[in-house]
Each structure stands twice: as C-alpha cells, then as structure tokens.
C-alpha cells in the first residue's frame, strides 16, 4: 500500500513538473507577472461589519448589509472633509486587531492571508490614497489607505514559482481523468518510457488510441 501511494505521489508530482515546464508557455508567465504580481504593499484599514446572523431572516441580512456600506461611505465622506484615517480607524473600525493602531496591517501580498480582492484594490491605489468605495469582502466593507509599496521582485526570480502556480491552476481546471492521461502520455513520451509488461502495454496503446482519436476531434 506505502508503495502505491508512493508511486501515485511520484507521477503526481512528474505531471506537474511535466506542465509546468511544457505546457505553461513563456507569454503566460510574462502576462501573469505584468497582471498578477505586484510589490509588497502598506496599507491601513477600517473595517465596518453588517454584524448579521445566520438565523436573520434574508430582508434582515440585507439591511444590515445596506446600513454598514452607508455607514463606510460617511467615513468616506469624513476623508474626503480631511478627517485623520487613523482616528477614524481608531473610533470606527470593527477590526479590534488594528483599530487601535490606526488600521494599520503593515506590508502583505497576494500570497499572504488576504482576500485577493483586498491587495487588488489597495494595490491600485496611489501612495498616500484611500479608497473611494467600500471595497467589499466577507468581513464586511473595507476602507483602504495605501501607506507604501515596494518594488516588485523581477520576474527571473520569479519564474519558477509563476510556472508552478499557472501549472496548479491548469492541472485543477482541466482535472478530468481524459485530461489526466493525456499528460501522461505526453510525459511518457518525452521521458521515452517503456513498458516491460506486454499485456500491459498492449492494454495502455488501446487506451492511448482512444485519446488521440479525441485529440483529432478537438
């Protein structure tokens, strides 16, 4: 059993090695990192909850949704007056984490603990700007000031992990078993493996004409 499981991990992780070096092109990881990948970012926030319960009834939910994005917007509106972020942060936010220190969540990225909607927005802000909107999330409505942000790293030292990523998301969205054996008989090829076993090779060329028939049909 230890065995099995130790050779699905190997090919497992052979598939992956496979797509990230053949199949994810180089005009992939070029588009990702020119659309994907940004510099470490500085940011504070005030965080306004609709505070809604699972028992609430849907007009409630609703409500409570309404009345904390108006609420953010009349922070908003104290901004755009010249109000401090961080007083308000202080007296408004329902991050209890970070409202004492101004909203302040020091430097992240997309790879940390953050909604990938969150870093977009605080990313696309100027240094120094705050959000005009309340920016949504499942915490609530979020108010985010751009503090600072660093350059981003260069993309030659990031090739590796963008090739990994994009071959993650490959592997997850086409997952079908069709999909699957089909790498696999890519990688067998580009490794010119063989068979020992005849019955077992004459069983895997069967299957494998099945694929390219579909392939021609594509």
Same mark, same amino acid.
């Given at each position: 059993? @230890? ?17 990230? #070096? ?40 609703? $409500? ?6 108006? $609420? ?20 408004? *936010? ?6 004492? $220190? ?39 409505? #979020? ?5 600072? =942000? ?12 963008? &090739? ?10 086409? *997952? ?6 089909? &790498?696999?008989?890519?990688? &067998? #090829? *580009?490794?010119?493996? @063989? ?6 090779? @004459? ?5 494998? @004409? ?5 392939? =021609?049909?594509?």
């Amino acid at each position: 059993m @230890k065995a099995m499981l130790s050779l699905d991990y190997k090919r497992d992780l052979a598939i992956k090695d496979y797509v990230k #070096e053949k199949v994810v092109t180089d005009e992939e990881v070029t588009t990702y990192y020119d659309t994907k990948v940004i510099g470490d970012v500085k940011a504070s926030h005030i965080l306004i909850k609709p505070n809604a319960k699972d028992s609430d009834s849907e007009e409630t939910k609703t $409500k409570k949704e309404n009345e904390a994005k108006k $609420k953010a917007e009349e922070i908003i509106k104290k901004l755009d007056n010249g109000e401090d972020f961080a007083k308000l942060a202080k007296k408004y *936010s329902d991050d209890k984490g970070t409202a004492s $220190k101004g909203g302040n969540l020091g430097y992240f990225n997309m790879d940390d603990d953050f909604e990938e909607n969150f870093v977009s927005a605080a990313a696309a802000l100027k240094k120094g700007a705050y959000s005009k909107e309340p920016v949504k999330t499942k915490y609530g409505y #979020e108010i985010i000031l751009k503090v600072d =942000e660093k350059d981003k790293k260069k993309k030659d030292d990031l090739e590796s992990t963008i &090739r990994q990523t994009l071959a993650d998301e490959k592997i997850k969205e086409d *997952s079908s078993t069709t999909t699957y054996y089909k &790498r696999l008989r890519d990688w &067998r #090829e *580009s490794k010119g493996l @063989k068979f020992e076993d005849k019955e077992l090779k @004459k069983m895997y060329d069967k299957y494998m @004409k099945t694929l390219t028939k579909e392939d =021609e049909n594509e």
